[in-house]
């Protein structure tokens, strides 16, 4: 079974990654957080909530610790490098650094969000149907 690391993209999937050994990012709670809040439908903040207290209950998450920071740094500045913006995508490139301190593929259903650095990443596409 190979060992992943999951993309908020792939916990908001209505369709579970299969034969994998997940892990998550503390970032990707970040996320799910941010989103349950900011949701101003009433019917979607509870299934934004609901998810998130399923993800909280499945998952220990790895921390954003010193490495995981030193990583994302490099990341970041590869992203500027290349003449992109990192803080566009700060919250991905913390996912990111996150997989690559750990030593796992990061799987997502937003390959793109991860192109400028997919040669730095370890990247696997998950193909499912997005809420």
Known sequence: MNR?????????ATVAPEDVEAAISAAS????????LVANDPDER????????VVEATF???AID?????????LAAAVIARGGQPR???????IAATANVHGVSLLTADSADFAI???LVDIRPFDAPQP
């Open 66 to 74: 010193t490495a995981v920071a030193r990583e994302w740094g490099r």
């Open 60 to 62: 220990d998450p790895l």
């Open 29 to 36: 709670l970040a996320e799910l957080h941010f989103g349950a």
């Open 46 to 53: 509870a299934r934004r909530a609901q998810r998130l207290g």
């Open 88 to 94: 566009r995508r700060a919250i991905d490139l913390a």
């Open 4 to 12: 992943v690391l999951l993309d908020t993209s792939v916990l908001i």
């Open 117 to 119: 650095i997919d040669d």
